[in-house]
Every structure is written in structure tokens, then in C-alpha cells.
């Protein structure tokens, strides 16, 4: 119990100190807007990992519709901020609503895939996210397929830190609790869980929601931060993304997934020299990744 | 007084009639073994018990309440649990989180107390993990409680699922081939132990089981299956003699 | 008027289905033997067509060699990707495994578009065969040659999977593939032909598409191969006759929808009715329910 306590100590002076050192070097004028983007950006791909990391790592349930959650809260935060206009309030308003709807469809998602599991439940949640992206290209209120336009930019690295820290700290808590323990135990084994008294589908249930709500959350941020919204940025590749993020991370692996994120955010700025070769280079390391994971794991070096 | 109470229980896998008018009583705190050849519907009756099949017909009573119909995770919490024949245990999780989760309905703390880690949630954790560590110790399983449950051998993570099943202070327990991949030796402790279990937890047993040792040496009453039917059922010494259990286990 | 126009709209979903069907068996008959989603599939389709056309454009040779060495660009293709990618990963997880297949999508689409830019190619149109004539009903050759090239090939497809060795060998691995084995079924070798023969259709496939849409590009198969997928997992996927048949109704809704109700939402309708059906049946049309034992 003490220990517990006393990460969560640790925990909290770290992040701390990365913010103010952050907000040091841009105030100093060493980080120009450039950067400054690059990390917000960061922030919004961690939390995009670790609420993925809920359904996919905690649940291991398999998902590829993760950018479907994110547009319906990007898309309905602009929304929320362009109708209050410019009230003081309007920004984290409209994050709170966008991600409270992508919660929504998330309930939603979950009940109607309770029974499904692998790669069926990977196929319905793609075509989730399709369908989203489906209907917000035909939206005309939001832009269709020309794009959503105007949107204030509210989101800083300040904001998108504090809610990525905040997001970090719930889903550590949620794990830790009874909760996350019966979400660990329905991944492991569905029919003991539920023969030991866990009411499966609630805890389906909640992992989605929680993973939802907080994509939104992220997806808001995004939408702020943008000042554009077209949705083509929600693609199949978005999801992907985003999962290759939790796998390289190791599934269920809060630390080595925001580690995968930031080096993932990285990695193509890098590479933008020589951006024709980007996706290829991009493909090469997906694969080699992955047969390397799997050699190392058969080897039983690491997990 | 009677804990369950299974009248004319059936259920069809498509064409092939898998139990036919099962009956079955339990009192408070008796051990009762089920006895049949491979295939007779021994686990068929488990699954039944515990929701994951559901009746064609018949009813299930257990203390008072109309079971038949309810999710598994309902009658876990009411009162039954039970052990796998192919150990289930969740593999990569601890063993201490494994009785944890066996005792997930005993929790009272809220989600939202869990979350912000309230004083609640910090004492009530405190307070199951060292009933687990209590319940682990009867296997003298306490000092594994960190390792990750696929870690132990056979025999202990079948003893884990005992304890796991315990966790959740049950009123019945079930409990699918416990001594199988024993040898004798482990086999008989383990009779102990489920003695002992039945003993100090006021729990009634229906255990499954092929090595009919552990089922003569521990079970006051026993109910024999065949072909989806009761064969034979009451007193211990009753059944092996009866005639047509005999037929049954040693043919003509 | 009216009707004439519908039963064009028919032979054109028609079309669609048939090459839907092609693309569709190679999903299932991989799925069904490897357990994989093969997200590359698609892209295959677009490595047949781009195969024609340089083959046939730009090397200037005859037709059917050109038509015979973009299939068998396509089969090696396959086979290569398979033992590459696939194969060191058949004990792995499955996400690990789906992740590999798109990184392999993403790898061909990429290198095509390095070698003949992302610049959309126009595709030979080889086909001079005259139209059909029913009344006042003009079937393009193209449109005929479609659909009787893909029922020829479906088929012998079910031929080959129902009463050959290798059919019964691919039947086997698919049921369980550690039996098939101890049988003295080579899996590896059966894997390796089930991918070959995918491939082999894909091509095709992408040969005929681009038939129909005489534009080849390096994402040409995305659009396509998302679709096929739909209609395997539609029809079962793993089982043949539900590929082909969820192939034909898919095809059917997309091509009706487009004409009668919106061309827009045309895609938002097919990924409904996928949600709507993996919802009710999430084994498919004709697929088996599988329920874990206790």
C-alpha cells in the first residue's frame, strides 16, 4: 500500500517537472511554435494510446475503429465551441461534450459487439469507424467532405499536458481498482471471470466507455488544436496507427505504449527529409517489429 | 435443510439428449460426489448449475431461490462456484489476484471510491488482501501469492482454483475432477483438504470425480450418471451396491 | 424505360459481384486455412493490374504473355509474403499477426508508388470484342466477359477444393491443422498453394476491375479489397459458396443503392448491413457457429 502511494508520488513530481522544464525552455524562446506543436500533438497521440490500451490491452479485445471515437469527439467539440462562441467556458465545455458523446457511441459499440471477440470485433469496429467517417463526409454541417473550417484553437501544450496527465491517472486508478482487476480477468478467461461472479458485459461495457470517452477527449484536443477538421484524418490508417502505437508499447503496458507514442510522433518528423521513402520506411518497421517481437517472445527473452 | 434442490433438469445438444430428468438434493454442508463413465453428463450438470448452458426444462432451487435462467456471474454471486475440469485459471495475472477476483462480488467500495482512491477503497483492500492471503494459506499456497499463476505446477494451480472458488464464499461448491494429474500421495492430502474445507467453512461440496478412493473415502452421499441419466443416488453404501451401478461400472 | 434501366443496373451488379467474388475468395480461403485477416490481399489486385500494364503498355508485349506474367507476378507475390511475413508468425498473437498483414499492404502500396508515382496510369483497354444486344439492351464485352470468366473460375475453384488432393488437403488444414499434419498433409506446402491460388484470383481480379475502370493506381486496391473483405465476413468468412454469395449481394446493394437511392451514402449502407449482420449472425450467411467447450 505505502509503495503504491509513493509511485503515485513520484509519479506526480516527474510529470510535474517535464511540464515546468517544457514551459521553461518555451518561455526562453528555445522552443519555437514548431515544437511546441510537435509535443501537443504528442500529448493527444498518448492519450489516444492509452485509452486504447483499455479496450485492446486491459480487455485484449481487438479494435480497429479507434479513430471513429476520436472524430465523433473532434467533430462535436467544434461543433459545441462554434455554437457558445466565445464564452469564457466554451472550450472545456465542448471537450466534455465531445467526449460524453464519443462515450456514447462507445456504450453503444459495446453492446451491440458483446459477444464478439477477435477478429470479428476488430471487423465491426472498422466498419464503426467507416461508417462514422461515412456519414461526416455527407455532413454538411460540419463541412462534409471539404472539411470543418474555423474552428477556434484553443488547445496549447499546457492544456493538452494537463488532460494527458489527468488521463494517465485515471486509467492507473481504474486498473488498480476492483474494476480494473475484473477487466484483467475477463481478457484472461471470459467464462471463469463471469464463474466468479464478474458481470462480463458491465465490465465490457465500462472499458469501452472509458476508452471512448477519453479518444473524444483526445479528438477534441486535436480539433482545437487543428482548426480544421477533414475526414479523411480518421481513416483505417488513423486506427492503425494507433494500435501499432499499443502493440509496440506492449499491450496493456502503460509505460512502453507512451513510449511507443512519442517515438511514433517522432519518427515521421524525422524522417521528413526524405518523406517519399516515409511510408515505405514506415511498412519495413512495422514488419521487421513485429517478427522481431515474436522471435524474442518465442525465445522467452522478452514478453 | 435442503441448500439445492434440481428436479427433472434436462437439456439437448441438437439431436443428442445430453441430461434427462436430473434430480438432485444438497443439505447444508454435506459432500456429495457425482460418479459416471466419460460422457455420462457429469460436467453437462455443472454447466447447467452455473448458467453456462441453460435447461431445456426442469428447475434449479438454491436456498429458496429459482436459479434456472440466470447469468453465471448472478449465481456466483447467490452462491455457487465451482473449479474447471481444464483448469481455468486467469494465467498471467498473480496468484493473489486471481482469489482477488474470486472474491470480486465481496467488494463494497464504489467505482467512483476506487477511482479516487478513497479512504474506503484503501482499507477494504487492505482487508481482502489478507483474507486471500488467509484462504491461500490453507494450500500453503500464501508464499506464491506474487507469482503469476501459470507459473505454478499442475497440482497447485488446481488448488488455486479451489481457493479461488472459495473466495467467493459460496454455499454450494462444485468442484470438476480436483484430483486429477494427482498422484496418490497428493491425492490423499487432498481428500483432507476438502474436508477440512467442508468442515470450517460450513460449505456443501459436490464434487466430480474419477478415482473412486477420494470419492469413497470423503463423500456421505454419492450420485451415479449414465447416459445422461441417474442411474443410482443416496447413501454411499447404498449406491455401491447397488445392482445396477455395478452392471453399469463393470458390465455383466 | 424504367425497366430496361433496371436490368442494367443488374448486369452491372453483377459485374461488381463476380470481381467482388474473385477478390473475396482469396480472403476467406486464407482466412479459412491461416486464421488471418490478410489486409494485403487487396493491394494485389492493384500489383495485377499495375503487372498488365507494364507488361503490356510499356514493354509492348502480346497480350496474353502480359496477362500471363502479371498473374504470376501476383502468385509469387503471394507466396512470398506468406513466408516472409506470415509464416514466422503462425504461433503468434493474432494482433501481431494483423498488424504484420497491414504493414505488408502498406509496404506494396508504397513501393508501387515509388516505382510508377502516385500519378494515376491509364489502363489499356484490350478488349474489342462486339457488345451483347438483348432488345434495346447493350451489354459491353467487357461487362459479359466479367461475369463469364469469373463464373468459369469459381467453378473450378470449387473442382479443385472439392474433388482434388489438394482440396482435400486444404479442407484438412482448415478443420485442424496439427491433425492434417500428423496425417502426412505437408501444411506448410498446402498453405503456400492456398495463398498461390488467392493470389492467382486477385490478380485476375484486378485485371478485370480495370476493365470496368480503366485507371490503375498505386491505392486501387484499398476500395476493392475493403469490400471483398465485407463480403466474405457477409458470407461466412472461411466458407466458399458464402464468399461468392456474399460477394453477389454485396455487389448488388452497392451497385442499386448507387442508382436508386444516394451515391454518397452508398458505403455507409454496405458497412451498415456488415454491422447489422455480424450483430444477428456474427458467423455470417453461411458460416458454422463455433461455441467454446467448458
Redesign the interface.
Known amino acids: 500500500?505505502k509503495l503504491r502511494f509513493n509511485n503515485n508520488f513520484k509519479y506526480i513530481i516527474f510529470t510535474t517537472l517535464i511540464f515546468l522544464f517544457i514551459q521553461l525552455l518555451s518561455s526562453f524562446n528555445f522552443l519555437n511554435r514548431y515544437y511546441q506543436g510537435i509535443l501537443t500533438i504528442m500529448c493527444i497521440n498518448i492519450i489516444l494510446v492509452v485509452s486504447l490500451n483499455i479496450i485492446?490491452g486491459f480487455l485484449g479485445q481487438?479494435t480497429l475503429g479507434h479513430a471513429g471515437f476520436m472524430a465523433i469527439g473532434a467533430y462535436f467539440s467544434a461543433y459545441i465551441t462554434k455554437l457558445l462562441s466565445n464564452t469564457y467556458f466554451s472550450f472545456p465545455i465542448a471537450l466534455f461534450l465531445g467526449s460524453l458523446m464519443a462515450g456514447i457511441f462507445g456504450i453503444a459499440v459495446a453492446l451491440?459487439?458483446l459477444?464478439?471477440k477477435?477478429?470479428?470485433l476488430?471487423?465491426?469496429t472498422l466498419?464503426?469507424a467507416?461508417?462514422v467517417r461515412?456519414?461526416l463526409?455527407?455532413l454538411d454541417v460540419v463541412g462534409g467532405a471539404s472539411g470543418y473550417v474555423g474552428i477556434v484553437k484553443h488547445t496549447n501544450f499546457a492544456y493538452a499536458y494537463l488532460i494527458m496527465f489527468v488521463v494517465i491517472i485515471?486509467t492507473i486508478?481504474?486498473i488498480?481498482?476492483?474494476?480494473g482487476?475484473?477487466i484483467?480477468?475477463i481478457k484472461?478467461?471470459e467464462?471463469?471471470?463471469?464463474?466468479?461472479?464478474?458481470?462480463?458485459g458491465n465490465y465490457k461495457i465500462?472499458a469501452f466507455v472509458f476508452s471512448a470517452f477519453f479518444a473524444g477527449l483526445a479528438g477534441g484536443l486535436y480539433a482545437h488544436y487543428m482548426g480544421i477538421l477533414e475526414p479523411k484524418a480518421f481513416r483505417l490508417d488513423k486506427s492503425?496507427e494507433i494500435?501499432?502505437m499499443c502493440?509496440l508499447g506492449g499491450?496493456g503496458n502503460l509505460k512502453g505504449s507512451i513510449i511507443a507514442a512519442i517515438i511514433l510522433t517522432l519518427l515521421p518528423e524525422l524522417l521528413q527529409g526524405i518523406s517519399?521513402?516515409r511510408?515505405?520506411l514506415?511498412?519495413?518497421v512495422?514488419?521487421v517489429m513485429?517478427?522481431a517481437?515474436?522471435?524474442l517472445?518465442?525465445k522467452g527473452g522478452v514478453k | 435443510m435442503s441448500i439445492l434442490s434440481v428436479k427433472n433438469l434436462g437439456i439437448n445438444f441438437g439431436g443428442l439428449r445430453a441430461l434427462d430428468k436430473f434430480h438432485l438434493e444438497i443439505n447444508k454442508g454435506e459432500l456429495i460426489g457425482l460418479i459416471g463413465p466419460n460422457g455420462a453428463g457429469k460436467t453437462t450438470v455443472f454447466n447447467l448449475l452455473t448458467g453456462v448452458y441453460q435447461a431445456s426444462e426442469g428447475e434449479i432451487i438454491l436456498d429458496n431461490q429459482k436459479i434456472n435462467g440466470l447469468s453465471s456471474d448472478k449465481i456466483a454471486r447467490i452462491g455457487i462456484s465451482r473449479t474447471f475440469q481444464n483448469i481455468r485459471l486467469f494465467q498471467n495475472l498473480s496468484v493473489l489476484d486471481n482469489v482477488k477476483i474470486g472474491m470480486h462480488s465481496k467488494y463494497e467500495y464504489s467505482f467512483i471510491e476506487g477511482i479516487l482512491k478513497l479512504k474506503k477503497y484503501k482499507l477494504e483492500e487492505k482487508i481482502k488482501e489478507e483474507e486471500a492471503l488467509k484462504l491461500l494459506k490453507i494450500f500453503n499456497l500464501d508464499v506464491f501469492a506474487s507469482y503469476k499463476a501459470s507459473s505454478l505446477s499442475y497440482g497447485k494451480q488446481r488448488e488455486l482454483e479451489i481457493v479461488r472458488a472459495l473466495a467467493g464464499k459460496p454455499k454450494l461448491l462444485l468442484l470438476d475432477e480436483p484430483a486429477a494429474g494427482m498422484n496418490p500421495n497428493e491425492t490423499i492430502e487432498l481428500m483432507n483438504t476438502i474436508k477440512k474445507i467442508q468442515e470450517s467453512f460450513e460449505v456443501a461440496i459436490l464434487l466430480i470425480e474419477h478415482d473412486m478412493k477420494l470419492v469413497l473415502g470423503i463423500c456421505e452421499k454419492i450420485t451415479v450418471l449414465n447416459y445422461g441419466r441417474v442411474l443410482s443416488c443416496g447413501k454411499k453404501d447404498d449406491v455401491i451396491n447397488d445392482k445396477e451401478v455395478i452392471k453399469a461400472y463393470l458390465g455383466e | 424505360m424504367e425497366l430496361s434501366q433496371f436490368i442494367m443496373q443488374f448486369v452491372n451488379g453483377l459485374n461488381v459481384g463476380s470481381i467482388y467474388a474473385l477478390i473475396a475468395l482469396g480472403y476467406t480461403m486464407v482466412y479459412g486455412i491461416a486464421k488471418l485477416i490478410n489486409f494485403a490481399h487487396g493491394d494485389l489486385i492493384m500489383v495485377g493490374s499495375y503487372g498488365v500494364f507494364y507488361f503490356y503498355t510499356v514493354l509492348k508485349l502480346p497480350l496474353w504473355i502480359a496477362i500471363v506474367l502479371a498473374i504470376l507476378l501476383c502468385v509469387i507475390l503471394g507466396a512470398l509474403i506468406e513466408k516472409i511475413a506470415y509464416k514466422p508468425l503462425r504461433k503468434a498473437s493474432k494482433i501481431s499477426l494483423l498488424i504484420t498483414a497491414i504493414g505488408m499492404s502498406y509496404l506494396l502500396q508504397s513501393t508501387f508508388q515509388l516505382i510508377f508515382t502516385a500519378n494515376p496510369k491509364v489502363f489499356p483497354n484490350f478488349i474489342n470484342l462486339p457488345a451483347l444486344k438483348l432488345g434495346d439492351i447493350l451489354i459491353g464485352a467487357n461487362y459479359y466477359l466479367t461475369f463469364l470468366i469469373s463464373i468459369f473460375l469459381l467453378i473450378a475453384l470449387n473442382i479443385l477444393v472439392k474433388h482434388t488432393k489438394v482440396g482435400r488437403a486444404m479442407r484438412a488444414v482448415s478443420q485442424d491443422a496439427g491433425a492434417a499434419q500428423l496425417m502426412g498433409i505437408d501444411v506448410d506446402k498446402t498453405i503456400s498453394i492456398t495463398f498461390m491460388i488467392g493470389s492467382g484470383l486477385a490478380a485476375i481480379a484486378g485485371i478485370l476491375y480495370c476493365c470496368l475502370y480503366p485507371v490503375v493506381s498505386p491505392y486501387l486496391g484499398a476500395v476493392p479489397g475493403i469490400k471483398a473483405f465485407i463480403a466474405a465476413v457477409l458470407g461466412g468468412i472461411g466458407s466458399i459458396p458464402g464468399a461468392v454469395l456474399g460477394a453477389f449481394i454485396l455487389g448488388m446493394v452497392e451497385v442499386m443503392s448507387k442508382a436508386y437511392l444516394s451515391s454518397a451514402l452508398s458505403d455507409t449502407i454496405v458497412f451498415s448491413i456488415l454491422i447489422i449482420m455480424l450483430i444477428f449472425k456474427p458467423s455470417g450467411i453461411l458460416g458454422k457457429n463455433l461455441k467454446e467447450k467448458v
Open positions: 500500500m485492446a481487438l451491440i459487439t459477444r464478439l477477435g477478429d470479428y476488430a471487423i465491426i466498419a464503426f467507416e461508417v461515412n456519414i463526409l455527407n485515471l486508478s481504474v488498480k481498482s476492483k474494476s482487476r475484473a484483467l480477468a484472461e478467461d467464462i471463469a471471470a463471469s464463474a466468479s461472479g464478474v458481470d462480463v465500462l492503425v494500435l501499432v502493440v499491450m517519399s521513402y511510408t515505405l514506415y511498412a519495413v512495422l514488419i513485429m517478427l517481437k515474436n522471435h517472445t518465442l
